[in-house]
């Protein structure tokens, strides 16, 4: 599961945004948006050009464009 793998890998080198991109996409595919949101939030404190985080948090309303 996608999820897992992510969290894993997490748990080993936390500081890589695309880890924390691919565990929104599976929290909401989960329908955790609180959680995918978080997630994603924190692909971007890492990288705060790290395009496809802020994309999914606009697709979800959580950051203006």
Known sequence: ?????AQA?????????EVHYWL?????ASDDRDGAA??????????????PAAEALIA???LVP
């Open 1 to 5: 599961e996608l999820v897992a793998l």
């Open 38 to 51: 978080q997630a994603w939030r924190r692909a971007l404190a890492l990288n705060g050009n790290y395009i």
């Open 24 to 28: 929104g996409m599976g929290l909401i």
């Open 60 to 62: 979800i309303g959580e």
């Open 9 to 17: 890998t997490i748990e080993v080198t936390e500081y890589v945004e």
